[in-house]
């Protein structure tokens, strides 16, 4: 029985450091190159931000040496459950994905765990217990809400009748679409002459917030301001407002969010009046916390992204340098 012990005790530690270091189940990936593979799933191409979050990742994960197996799900949750499945096929060292949809993931991170592949939520949150994913690196979405709540809270403080205010949502059970809402719900509440009229998706795409704000723009005769849950649907909607033959930024005010360049110059052109900003460049830190599980290294549970506001004034300012 003495003599047992240390080889039984070898065989775990080994076990342990196979596990530690992330690998696949066997760890037989990385072993042969040395090289870490990280497989990502995308929500899609849906906006502006998503293509600048899309090529950050790109570009962080070759300055990293990282292999990067990238996948779009045409945001389509079916997809990226079938990508994830095939990346714990493929026995990639760990899986990244920014989740289309809040629901439904338990299964999919169940079968990570078991494989022993660490995952890495990125972008969007999941209602998943937090310990099937080894770390989430994103924004506060409820604050970028909140940001928008307040700037409108401000520019009508003075208001003595109804202001009239349309909303067009993100995808329907997305993170962003469900926490912007609720931060930006949360502060107009304070002051009753602030009334949502119209609340509708425009699933984050310019077409369909040129589409649905066309419809609402025809239902509601007196529209003051326009939330929309990022640039795009905003840039959308703008369109249509000017077809309906008014003046964005001035007939109807616009906040929005994200500040991507587009957004940016609508801004700084007078068509928005508002935007906060929900930063894209999520590459860099996310080879870190790759490089980091694979070291064996702890990483945080929750790494919020840094980010700021923008009025038309500092948005002229910042153009010139805007990265995305
Ligand atoms: O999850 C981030 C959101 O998704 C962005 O704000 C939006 O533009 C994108 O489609």
Known sequence: MRRKLPAV???AALAFVVTACGSGSGGTTTADDGKITLGFS???????WREANTKSIKESASTAGIDLKFSDAQQKQENQIATIRSYIQQKVDVIAFSPVVVTGWDAVLKEAQAAKIPVVLTDRAVDSDASLYVSFLGSDFVKEGEAVGDWVLNEYKDATGPVNIVQLEGSVGSAPAIDRKK???AKIASNPNLKVIASQSGDFTRADGKEVMTAILKANPKIDLLFAHNDDMGLGAIQAIEEAGKKPGVDIKIVTIDAVKDGMQALADGKINFIAECSPLLG????????QI????????RIITKETTFTQEQAAEALPSRKY
């Open 294 to 301: 694979k070291a064996g290294q702890p990483v945080e549970k």
């Open 9 to 11: 005790l070898l065989s």
């Open 183 to 185: 931060g930006f719900e």
């Open 42 to 48: 995308q929500v899609g191409s849906e906006s502006g």
């Open 284 to 291: 860099d830190q996310l080879m870190e916390i790759v490089k």
